[in-house]
């Protein structure tokens, strides 16, 4: 054969590979990313429902009682949830347990309505608005120690 009668073609590509069926390496990636965020959801959810049930904890506890016993059983849950994150701290009297309820976040404790709780277990009568802003602060308090690390 001559070579002016031969049909001669350029080098042929081959087609790019398809984006569908992906490779074993991404399914891995895909399961390994998939397991990831259903264990964040998981931790969030756990996170959650621990926190609602110390909301209950600290709203079920004072219901149904006086303004002074209300504030008694504040002053025992917060002294509890002390306890979890200092040892000693729920022995603390007068001054230095409201400056360790401050903590570093202001003086809503020592200078703020926080003081009830230093008498208003004691008063014959707590008048409602200030015990429901001490009842506020304490609460607010409260979930803070007990999500605080150990």
């Given amino acids: 054969m001559a070579p002016d009668t031969l049909v001669l073609r350029d080098v ?5 590979p398809s984006w569908w069926p992906p490779a074993p390496g991404w399914w891995l ?8 965020l259903l264990g964040i959801a998981a931790w969030r ?9 110390w ?17 008694a059983a504040a002053s025992d849950l917060l002294r509890r949830a002390a306890r979890r994150v ?8 007068g001054e230095a347990w409201l400056r360790f309820l ?6 809503a404790f020592s200078e703020g309505p926080g003081r009830l709780l230093l008498d208003g277990g004691y008063r014959r009568t707590v008048e ?4 429901e802003a001490a009842l506020a602060v304490a609460r607010a308090r409260f979930l803070e120690l007990m999500a605080a690390k150990r």
């Fill in 29 to 36: 990636l895909a399961g390994v990313v998939v397991l990831v």
């Fill in 86 to 93: 200092s040892p000693g701290a729920d022995r603390l009297e």
């Fill in 12 to 16: 042929h590509v081959p087609p790019a």
């Fill in 45 to 53: 959810w756990h996170r959650r429902r621990r926190l609602q049930r």
């Fill in 128 to 131: 409602a608005s200030e015990l």
């Fill in 55 to 71: 909301q209950r904890w600290f709203d079920a506890v004072p219901q149904g009682r006086a303004p002074a016993e209300q504030v």
């Fill in 102 to 107: 401050d903590g570093e976040q202001g003086r």
